[in-house]
């Protein structure tokens, strides 16, 4: 039986084949998804009643099968359009882009000649100002037998390549199949870890999985999943972090599999957009920049080339773009479509213009996804859905725009001055002097006039960056990007953000959109994916995850035990200090005691966490003070990396003395300090985020959602700190340690109740 040919839609062929010349960003900044939706149906709503939109279409071009839909069929089926969406002035859009909008035009148009028999048809590319709603229209005829021929040759290029794919795949499901596990044994609890990760893929849910640091977590989710890719179908794998860290584990534990080495499987790192640029300091279009210039011409070989080397870290990836002069970064986006496993941050499929997830709904990927550390998921999700920007800026902006923008930009001014005024008299406060200290307000909702104004300013900046992309400036731009950004939060503001007004002065105001409940923006992420796995040693209780990333309802809960004895941990319970902040002043002798008293009968290395800097130095200069002889060093404001690197660096095996850090700071969580480089840590605080009005407005929020407002605005978020700060102790099998819990409030029977079960709290 002969075999099926291979698929391929007309946007994937045609941007394979038909795109030359030049990268070019200096176009406007291209319509969000959804606004590009509702532009197609604004348009295809205004043709009548004869008008067909979306109709399918298919056949089989040398070897091919080239299906999708065509926008709309006009004039009794003798015309079709191909419709897009645009900010700014036509005429400045890139070439390779008008190229490929005509080249999307023709290959709908021999597919529909063939399908009725016609022979000629008329091609109209429709493009929508989303800006004025101006439709212009460009017109060509063409004729059946030609258009045909043009489909062979683009099918013609594509099928070479396709087949190669169709045969990697083929190897690197076969290679799969026999995948074994590269230790001669598992650690304990690794295979409970790896077992509950098949099958979350075989059945295709979500899972959370709450698995202890030092069981090898990241290797016991890649191997299951790479052992699903052939038995469930799926197509790609993406292994998402939220630091950079993360990413070189997963790349570790793919080359201990034997991926770099022996298997035939495509792996790449993404890397975020300003680490990759070799030109920073140049435009990202061919006039400026030597590796934008002639782009998508010098493509296909450094694809071809990508693609055979396999293995493309941004190392790897850097050395092909260079071999070919092209930009690495635009490259790796390229190459992202191709590759089986994709490592990067969290942000390329959750975020509101994710890549991989419009490459998952554009490509029909089955796409397993695993999420390392993901107890940030839900902070890290609300930064994605939030917007802020700042008066002080788009006054200084005001003063050295061109004429032609200014009018725009002193609407934005006035309309945000008199919201403010408006704002601050409805709470009864005075109008503002030049400074005052600072002044917050939570709001339902959001300023229409002055959404609208933003909106009119972005149009006209975009307007005049496309007319004249040599008057772009940091400033402008970001200023553009920044009000994209809100006014795009505008279009679906809900109940799951709060519109924020926080007042320094006049002239000094901040307005933000902010998400509280990422829930609805992240739902249908999940959706997509064919399977989800969020793990982190600190993701209990299992239903404020699920209820503030929106996870199904079918969504499981993994707790792989421990492989710790308790005896291992020594936790002490302070009874006799509180660190509330009415208190902390009275704290300081008994936090002083306490410190010196654990050093002086286990000497070695010590991590003592507080909640701010504030109470982190008075403790310090009080230790120094009373027992000058015992070595201490501080984390501090606004530390470098390097600075950071050498706080780290100082924790030697054999080593003694007590580090300063706060709670939820860069030492808190993500570090590997193993064996005596750390015995124990000081944890002088619940963690408990600051009770302010913002705060007070997160809990409203979720109590009108869930019910559970003062846990999972406060005590939920606090403790999850409190475990990842004291989870640094014990990084593997054979460590020991102590963990000092010093608050009362850590004696209680709510808060035990949530403190890991393998704890044996002592007061």
């Keep these: 039986m002969p075999a099926s040919p291979l698929k391929v839609a007309v946007r994937t062929l045609c941007e394979f084949t038909a795109r030359r010349g030049d990268l070019d960003h200096r176009f406007t900044p291209a319509p969000s998804a959804r606004e590009g939706i509702a532009g197609h149906v604004r348009v295809q709503a205004g043709r009548g009643d004869a008008y067909r939109s979306e109709v399918a279409v298919s056949a089989e071009v040398a070897g091919l099968r080239v299906q999708g839909r065509i926008d709309g069929v ?100 076969a290679a799969l199949r026999g995948l074994a596990f590269p230790h001669a044994e598992f650690r304990p609890g690794q295979r409970e870890l790896a077992e509950a990760v098949y099958k979350a893929a075989a059945t295709g849910r979500q899972l959370l999985a709450q698995a ?56 790449i790192e993404l890397t975020a957009r300003d680490k990759a640029c070799e030109y920073p300091d140049r435009a990202c279009h061919g006039d400026s920049c030597p590796l934008a210039s002639g782009f998508y011409d010098r493509l296909p070989e450094a694809r071809r080339a990508a693609a055979e080397r396999a293995w493309l870290d941004r190392e790897g990836l850097r050395d ?92 934005v001014g006035r309309e945000w001055q008199g919201w403010v005024r408006e704002v601050a008299l409805a709470h009864g406060d005075e109008e503002p002097g030049s400074r005052q200290a600072p002044r917050w307000y939570g709001l339902d909702r959001l300023p229409e006039a002055l959404v609208g104004a933003l909106n009119g300013a972005t149009a006209a900046i975009g307007d005049h960056l496309g007319e004249f992309p040599e008057a772009t400036t940091p400033a402008l731009t970001d200023f553009l990007f920044d009000a994209l950004a809100f006014t795009r939060l505008a279009e679906t503001f809900g109940a799951h953000s709060l519109v924020e007004l926080t007042r320094s002065g006049r002239g000094r105001s901040r307005i933000a959109i902010a998400n509280m409940i990422p829930a609805d923006f992240l739902a249908p992420r999940f959706a997509a994916a064919q399977a989800t796995v969020l793990f982190s040693a600190t993701l209990a209780p299992g239903q404020y995850q699920r209820d503030l990333l929106g996870l199904p309802t079918t969504a499981v809960w993994q707790e792989v035990s421990p492989p710790f004895r308790p005896d291992q941990l020594k936790v002490r319970v302070c009874r006799h200090l509180s660190t509330r902040y009415r208190d902390r002043e009275r704290s300081l002798p008994g936090i002083v005691a306490t410190l010196a008293d654990q050093y002086r009968r286990q000497p070695g290395h ?97 109590e009108a959602r869930f019910g559970r407002g003062d846990d999972y605005a406060y005590r939920i978020p606090g403790l999850i700190k409190v475990v990842q700060a004291a989870g640094r102790v014990i990084r593997g099998p054979e460590d020991t340690g102590v963990v000092v819990l010093m608050d009362d409030r850590f004696a209680t029977p709510e808060v035990r109740a949530r403190l890991p079960h393998w704890w044996a709290p002592a007061s």
């Design 74 to 173: 006009a004039d009794g089926g003798t015309c079709i359009e191909e419709i897009k969406t645009h900010r700014g002035r036509l005429e400045r859009m890139a070439d390779n882009q008008r190229a490929l909008h005509w080249a999307q035009a023709r290959v709908y148009g021999a597919l529909w000649c063939r399908e009725q028999g016609l022979p000629e048809v008329t091609l109209t590319l429709v493009y929508l100002d989303l800006v004025t709603g101006r439709e212009t229209r460009l017109t060509q005829q063409a004729d059946a037998d030609h258009l045909w021929q043009e489909l062979e040759q683009h099918a013609k290029r594509y099928h070479d390549w396709a087949h190669r794919e169709a045969e990697h795949r083929r190897r690197r499901d």
């Design 212 to 267: 202890p640091t030092g069981i090898g977590k990241t290797l016991a989710s890649l191997f299951p999943m790479l052992k699903a890719m052939p038995t469930q179908g799926l197509d790609r794998v993406a292994f998402l972090t939220m630091k950079t860290p993360g990413r070189r584990l997963a790349l570790e534990a793919l080359v201990s599999l034997g991926v770099k080495a022996a298997l035939p499987l495509r792996v």
């Design 320 to 411: 092909v773009a260079m071999e070919h002069a092209i930009c690495p970064y635009y490259l790796g986006q390229e190459m992202a479509r191709w590759c089986d496993v994709v490592v990067g941050d969290v942000n390329h499929y959750f975020d509101a213009s994710a890549m991989l997830h419009g490459l998952a709904l554009a490509q029909g990927w089955k796409l397993g996804v695993l999420v390392d550390e993901a107890h940030n998921l839900v902070e890290r999700a609300r930064g994605m859905y939030s917007a802020d920007l700042e008066q002080r800026r788009l006054n200084a902006l005001r003063k050295e725009v061109p004429a032609v923008l200014k009018r725009s930009l002193d609407r």
């Design 606 to 702: 010590y991590l003592a966490f507080f909640s701010s800097f504030a109470y982190l130095e008075r403790a310090r200069e009080a230790l120094a003070e009373s027992h000058p002889d015992i070595p201490q060093r501080s984390q501090t404001r606004g530390m470098g990396e390097a600075d950071r690197d050498a706080f780290l660096a100082a924790f030697v095996p054999g080593g003694k003395g007590i580090a300063f850090a706060v709670l939820g700071g860069a030492f808190a969580e993500g570090i590997d300090l193993p064996g005596d480089r750390l015995i124990g840590a000081f944890i002088a605080t619940l963690g408990l985020p600051p009770n302010d009005p913002r705060q007070e407005a997160l809990k409203a929020r979720l």
